[in-house]
């Protein structure tokens, strides 16, 4: 029986993860886990799931270009390119 325990237990073995915390967040965390009466490693686990959840799993990094992209060329009457003519580089700076 001990036999069947301690394998079911290795088959859900989790990864250590190390991290550097401010002393105000670990005191935070360590209230947390005792109001909720759960360690503090199982309390940062149920943040990290429901943050995962919230924000999306495959959520990709997202440039300056995809947040702005249907915005490039609504303009109208200004230069299709600045960077290609020096011309409207001239007072620049100035």
Known sequence: MVLFIAAKYYENAMTTLTVKIPDALERG???AARRERVTKS???RRA???YIA???EDQKFQSALDLAG???GSVRG???DLATNPRYMD???K
């Open 29 to 31: 965390i360590t209230l």
């Open 42 to 44: 199982e309390l940062v």
């Open 48 to 50: 990290m799931a429901k």
């Open 54 to 56: 919230q924000t999306g």
């Open 70 to 72: 249907d915005l490039i």
């Open 78 to 80: 200004s230069p299709a």
């Open 91 to 93: 007072e620049y700076g």
